[in-house]
T-cell receptor, first 114, second 116 residues
Framework: DADVTQTPRNRITKTGKRIMLECSQT?????MYWYRQDPGLGLRLIYY???????NKGEISDGYSVSRQAQAKFSLSLESAIPNQTALYFC?????????????FGPGTRLTVL | AQTVTQSQPEMSVQEAETVTLSCTYD???????LFWYKQPPSRQMILVIRQEAYKQQNATENRFSVNFQKAAKSFSLKISDSQLGDAAMYFC?????????????FGAGTILRVKS
């Protein structure tokens, strides 16, 4: 079973709709992240959370919100989706106690906003 | 703010040959980590190799090795004996050393094509 899961894997929605992307992990990591990937731009950080009570904005947080419901769950919401939010979204986790604190990624969610 | 630049949008290599992917970064920090991630068509992000800035020895993982030039702020990835399964998008990434600075900064990526 995958350690970091994302649902849905693919989603098509319409402009103005509210949509939630969910991330769950069984790795026991304290830190969780949301990134978006766009062609030619690589991955950019949207939000990150170091524990349930610690949520921080990343590089491109406008138009997004997050919720850390539990240590293992971190959701990303688009309150009113717009076409330029069409992208591949990744959730990632890390454990600060590990030497490199490297991040482990989920399989991604392909979101299309029409 | 740190930036990461991958100047090669696409690269090609013949199977069994060697290819080097370039990465440069800009930072004012002296301690940090550098990573290479592989993204195959399945779109899963896979960590390939990592390097700590304070270690002079270049990291190696099987057929993958890096050439880390701290003064030049360069972190290239060499893939030896290329295989068809190496075909993917490769991302270079930077992370600050501080415990609170766990954010990854990615380059734009390089698509690697492997010819049989």
């Amino acid at each position: 079973d995958a350690d970091v899961t994302q649902t849905p894997r693919n989603r098509i929605t319409k402009t103005g709709k509210r949509i939630m992307l969910e991330c769950s992990q069984t790795k026991g990591h304290d830190r969780m992240y949301w990134y978006r990937q766009d062609p030619g731009l690589g991955l950019r950080l949207i939000y990150y959370s170091f524990d349930v009570k610690d949520i921080n904005k990343g590089e491109i947080s406008d138009g997004y919100s997050v919720s850390r419901q539990a240590q293992a769950k971190f959701s990303l919401s688009l309150e009113s989706a717009i076409p330029n939010q069409t992208a591949l979204y990744f959730c990632a986790t890390s454990d600060y106690r590990r030497e490199y604190n490297e991040q482990f990624f989920g399989p991604g969610t392909r979101l299309t906003v029409l | 703010a740190q930036t990461v630049t991958q100047s090669q949008p696409e690269m090609s290599v013949q199977e069994a040959e060697t290819v080097t992917l370039s990465c440069t970064y800009d930072t004012s920090e002296s301690d940090y980590y550098l990573f290479w991630y592989k993204q195959p068509p399945s779109r899963q992000m896979i960590l390939v190799i990592r390097q700590e800035a304070y270690k002079q020895q270049n990291a190696t993982e099987n057929r993958f090795s890096v050439n880390f030039q701290k003064a030049a702020k360069s972190f290239s990835l060499k893939i030896s004996d290329s295989q068809l399964g190496d075909a993917a998008m490769y991302f270079c990434a930077y992370r600050s050393y501080s415990a609170y600075g766990n954010k990854l900064v990615f380059g734009a990526g390089t698509i690697l094509r492997v010819k049989s």
